[in-house]
């Protein structure tokens, strides 16, 4: 991999974290700064379960929904993969979730929910650094450590 191939992808790695910690943070102004703006393209993101979002309106007022009904969010990513060709950028990643919505009366905390979520962030490249041009987030169907029943008995 040559230098300037590295070093974006360096840049494609820091502006995807930023991403995760902006939300962890709950810092809507920073989520906004990351996410194209709507001359540099129509911008789309997926949450899992939810219909597919289009356009900075959209997608930003999704953000803010969920930041104002999520007490606590922390992100464990693994698996993270980047891929660069020339202003475009493709990152893979798995999504540990730890999150917890409103405190019950009394508590600091309120329960705390564990998901996986498979996601994919396309970026570009703009003269103010890499933007996110579309998210994607698929819930990860947990096993259940259970054998399926067999259908037919010996």
Same mark, same amino acid.
């Given at each position: 991999? #040559? *230098? ?5 992808? !360096?840049?494609?790695?820091? /502006? ?5 910690? %902006?939300?962890?943070?709950? *810092? ?10 709507? #001359? @540099?393209? %129509? $911008? ?19 953000? %803010?929904?969920?930041? &104002?009904?999520?007490?606590? $969010? @922390?992100?464990?990513?693994? *698996? +993270?993969? +980047? ?5 475009? /950028?493709? =990152?893979?990643?798995?999504?540990? $979730?730890?999150?917890?919505?409103? &405190?019950? !009366? ?8 564990? @998901?996986? =979520?498979? /996601?994919?962030? =396309?970026?570009?490249?703009?003269p103010d650094g890499?933007? $996110?041009? %579309?998210?994607?987030? #698929? ?8 054998? !399926? ?6």
């Amino acid at each position: 991999m #040559s *230098d300037a191939a590295r070093t974006d992808v !360096e840049a494609v790695e820091l /502006a995807n974290t930023a991403f995760y910690e %902006a939300m962890e943070r709950g *810092d809507f102004e920073e989520i906004s700064e990351l996410w194209l703006d709507d #001359s @540099q393209g %129509a $911008i789309s993101c997926v949450h899992p379960g939810w219909p597919v979002l289009t356009g900075r309106g959209e997608v930003l007022r999704s953000y %803010a929904l969920i930041m &104002a009904n999520t007490d606590y $969010i @922390q992100f464990f990513l693994t *698996d +993270v993969k +980047v891929s660069v060709a020339a202003d475009t /950028a493709l =990152v893979t990643c798995t999504e540990n $979730i730890l999150s917890g919505g409103p &405190a019950e !009366e009394g508590a600091d905390l309120g329960p705390l929910v564990g @998901q996986l =979520v498979v /996601a994919t962030n =396309v970026f570009r490249r703009t003269p103010d650094g890499w933007r $996110i041009w %579309a998210h994607h987030g #698929s819930p990860v169907l947990a096993e259940t450590g259970e054998e !399926e029943p067999d259908d037919n008995p010996s």
